[in-house]
Structure formats: C-alpha cells, structure tokens
C-alpha cells in the first residue's frame, strides 16, 4: 500500500477541512487506517482510526464530535471530515495503514505504512 493525502490548507477558526488519503495497493480494503498529526516542535500524536469496513471508528478526545473518519474501499480512500477546527488542530496531518489487521489501531507503532503528511493550519 502506498498513501498520498490531500486536502489541507490555511482555514479560518471554526472552519471545516476534509482531509483524504489516496492508497494504492490490493491490501487498503483488509488494512485497518489512521490519521495522527504533528504540530510544530511536538511530536506525532494519535487522531483517529477506522476498522476494515467502516464499522469501527475511534477519535482521540481532543477532536471527538469535530472531527469524521470514514472510508470507501471501492475507491481506496480514507478521509478526516474536520469541522470547528481551533488554532490548536494546526499540524502535519499523516494518514497510515496497519496492513496486517483489519481492526482499529490507536499507536503509532503499530502502523507500518504512512503518507508524506498535509499541512493544516488555523488562523484568522
């Protein structure tokens, strides 16, 4: 699997992004996926991930009821809806693959594929 994501840019506070991550490969649709963000000067940190089928999601607290994970296997693609987002959700978004499980994943240790990142940035 090979993941490019897209999407980012600057957006006002209280704006909405939607993030999405193009993955190439046969295995996208049995990989369990996830998106982690990194803000400046702070390390990588866990956003969300989604199970095989879209069945199973799970959101860190700082971004629960902001922020959608969701999936369509038939066009390989994984996407982060964003609304209300705060100065604080400025970061290098990552999508990555857990391409040996189907089921969330929340470390980032356990993902062994991951995109080259989007800047999301938040500022008035």
């Known amino acids: 699997v090979q993941l490019v994501e897209s999407g980012g840019g600057l957006v006002q506070p209280g704006g909405s992004l939607r993030l999405s991550c193009a993955a190439s490969g046969r295995t996208f649709s049995r990989s369990a996926m996830g998106w982690f963000r990194q803000a400046p000067g702070k390390e990588r940190e866990f956003v969300s991930t989604?199970?095989?089928?879209?069945?199973?999601?799970y959101y860190a607290d700082s971004v629960k009821g902001r922020f959608t994970i969701s999936r369509d296997n038939a066009k390989n693609e994984l996407y982060l809806q964003m609304n209300s987002l705060k100065p604080e959700d400025t970061a290098v978004y990552y999508c990555a693959a857990d391409t040996y499980s189907d089921y969330v994943r929340l470390y980032e240790y356990e993902y062994d594929t991951w995109g080259q990142g989007t800047q999301v940035t938040v500022s008035s």
């Open positions: 989604i199970n095989w089928s879209g069945g199973r999601t």
